[in-house]
């Protein structure tokens, strides 16, 4: 699909992504450089927090969930880029094995008042598991163009 204007984007449009299996081994990786907390780096320590098992960062899902934004059918122009970030949430934990898949449903289309040449959608972001079970919600507001004016010659 080619990329999408402002104008291409209406409230209640969803766009899904291709699926990402989460790996033990990368879930260990991201908690030992980015977020090195006991049940993100120890299965057995895991075992006696309030995840009952290792679980992957709430950081490492929203990494997960940005790439796969970026590989879905949502396509703006100027590529994914948030203006301002409105809530995210994360329901349950990302699991080693876990199957994740993102949909994006446009909340609102917003032209500037200032800027003409782009404006804002308000999307949620939901990312389920192979369970159908939301693990992460976003309502990321992105930034993306209007559609240029076609210039017409007269002869």
Not at 91 to 106: A, C, F, K, Q
């Amino acid at each position: 699909m080619d990329r999408m204007y402002l104008e291409d984007f209406a409230a209640g449009q969803v766009f899904r992504s291709p699926a990402y299996t989460v790996t033990e081994a990368e879930i260990l990786a991201y908690a030992a450089q980015y977020d090195p907390q006991p049940f993100h780096l120890d299965a057995e320590a895991a075992k006696a927090t309030l995840f009952g098992g290792l679980a992957a960062s709430g950081w490492h899902t929203a990494s997960i969930t940005m790439r796969l934004i970026v590989d879905s059918d949502f396509r703006p122009a100027w590529g994914v880029i948030g203006g301002r970030m409105e809530s995210v949430e994360w329901p349950r934990p990302t699991r080693p094995g876990d199957v994740l898949r993102v949909e994006s449903e446009v909340l609102e289309v917003k032209p500037s008042r200032s800027k003409p040449e782009q404006g804002m959608l308000r999307v949620r972001c939901t990312t389920f598991n192979q369970q159908d079970q939301p693990v992460q919600v976003i309502v990321p507001n992105i930034i993306v163009p209007r559609r240029p004016a076609q210039r017409t010659t007269s002869g």
